[in-house]
């Protein structure tokens, strides 16, 4: 395992528990107790955690990885769910993308896609995620617009009112919002209250909504909402997801895919 993979997966084990000690951690990726501590030390010296005796606590500001440092847990299931929400896209349309993994991977999906290969533009793509924009513009056929914004380091997000001017005057066909959480009575949330402030206005310039979310978001609150369910359309998750929880989506009008 390389360092960089070690460096994600330890701090997704401290942001899911909390503390992690040395020997735990030495067993969980199968390394020595040395190359763990030693890492310890150099996260800590980047204040990505804090240094204990015996092992590390989760820093304050890693309860949100930065999304360099996020592994590619569940990348499957977040393949599938890009595939699936590419797929609901129609040739000439407007798209709104927020930032995060599963929409990174959305986008990856329609740049793949055989009948978007061309056209004037064959999709246009508006997000204000700078990882997204810059994958995407080295292809010709997309039109891409970029909000402004100040850049939020931990998702490559711009935020801020300067992103105002740009959403007041669109207006898109689709919204795909990729969210921390997303349950029936709290909505769409994500864990800034400047991002889920960009994406409710990419929500309210859009004909429809789609989340795309993995089992794992579902049925959990975070705090900063996006918006309600109701707003929704549509939910894109993996087959995880559990027959009551999908039943309630679908009792409050969406409609629910699972791949």
Known sequence: MSRDARWKALLELLVERGRLDVEEAATELAVSAATIRRDFDQLAEQQMLVRTRGGAVVHGVSYELPLRYKTARRASEKQRIAKAVADLIAPGEAVGLTGGTTTTE??????VRGDLTA???????VTNALNIANELAVRPQFKIVVTGGVARAQSY?????????????????????????????????????????????LC????????????????????ARICAAEAVDTLVTDTAAGAETVRRFEEAGLRVVTV
């Open 204 to 223: 309210e310039r859009a004909e429809r909504v789609v989340v795309a979310a993995d089992s794992s978001k579902l049925g959990r609150r975070a705090f």
């Open 157 to 201: 997000e711009l935020v801020g009112p300067l992103a105002d001017g740009v959403l007041g005057q669109i207006t898109l066909d689709v919204a795909v919002l990729g969210v921390v959480s997303f349950d029936v009575a709290h909505g769409a949330a994500a864990h800034d209250e400047e991002e889920a402030a960009i994406n409710r206005l």
């Open 106 to 111: 959305v986008a990856r999906a329609l740049a």
């Open 119 to 125: 056209g004037s533009p064959a999709l246009t793509i």
